[in-house]
């Protein structure tokens, strides 16, 4: 019988031909453990600044340093064979100049074995994009809601419509031109999400984005239920398993507290009993 062949990982020139085809799937993922759950199903392992509200209690993603996302990077490449870890760039580490950029996107490559990063911003980071790729670092740009910017743009809220639709459009395209491999639509109107996955020849991700682009990102945590602080309204929940670790904690203290837990059958005797003939 021959060797089963290895797993092939998806690249980010594999993610630019799934354009107009089979949807693109993408959740994020912090740990190794959970990057196994991902890596068996998805395509792409978004190792998200989310991470800094989701797992470290932060109240946006502003705090989040380049050593926790390479940090929790590491964890991720572990987990993945097959999907496309993918990190994203903290807030304070590309925005000041393409050659900052550059720096911190090339550690986060070497140090975590990613083989791409996300940034935020459109038209603007342009130049910072085309820098990275012409030097070969894989782009995925975001646009609509950015996150790190929530104190400028006033909140999360939905960016595109009316007299903003424009603007998004605008971006769309300078990313593509400057040679991202594909971009998140965060919060985008869905008629307008469709008209840019509609202009652009690489794939849109939609988080929030309505169900005509060429692929959907959700954070892991909110999709499980894990995360309860907030509920995005785009988020379907598929399971509620804050709820099940409550209820499981919650028995667990319950059996402790009435010397229920451990039983015999969870502890060590003192002495190991004979063992038997053999036969």
């Not at 550059?102 to 085309?130: D, W, Y």
């Not at 965060?186 to 999400?193: A, D, M, N, T």
């Not at 209820?247 to 059996?255: D, S, V």
Request: contains cysteine; neutral net charge.
């Amino acid at each position: 019988m021959s060797a089963s062949a290895p797993v092939r990982p998806v690249m980010p020139v594999d993610i630019m031909h799934r354009k107009g085809g089979t949807p693109i799937v993408c959740l994020t993922a912090y740990t190794t453990p959970m990057a196994r759950l991902v890596d068996a199903h998805c395509d792409v392992a978004l190792v998200g600044d989310s991470v800094g509200m989701v797992l470290h209690g932060m109240p946006s993603t502003l705090g989040v340093t380049m050593d926790m996302m390479i940090l929790h990077g590491r964890a991720v490449v572990k987990g993945c064979q097959k999907a496309m870890p993918v990190i994203d760039m903290p807030w304070g580490s590309y925005e000041e100049s393409p050659q900052q950029a550059f720096r911190n996107a090339s550690r986060l490559m070497a140090e975590t074995g990613a083989p791409a990063v996300k940034l935020e911003g459109g038209k603007h980071m342009a130049e910072t994009i085309a820098f990275l790729t012409r030097r070969g670092v894989p782009v995925m740009a975001h646009i609509g809601l950015t996150p790190q910017s929530v104190n400028v743009l006033g909140g999360y809220k939905v960016v595109g419509r009316e007299a903003e639709a424009g603007k998004v459009m605008v971006d769309a395209e300078a990313v593509e031109a400057s040679g991202a491999f594909a971009v998140v639509l965060e919060k985008v109107p869905e008629g307008l999400s469709a008209r840019v996955t509609q202009r652009l020849r690489i794939p849109t991700i939609g988080i929030g984005a309505g169900l005509r682009c060429d692929g959907q990102i959700l954070v892991v945590d909110d999709m499980l239920g894990m995360f309860t602080e907030f509920r995005p309204k785009f988020v379907k929940r598929y399971a509620d398993l804050g709820r099940t670790a409550d209820e499981a904690i919650a028995n667990y203290a319950a059996e402790v507290r009435a010397r229920a837990f451990p039983q015999p059958e969870h502890a060590f005797p003192d002495v190991l009993p004979p063992k038997g003939p053999k036969s």
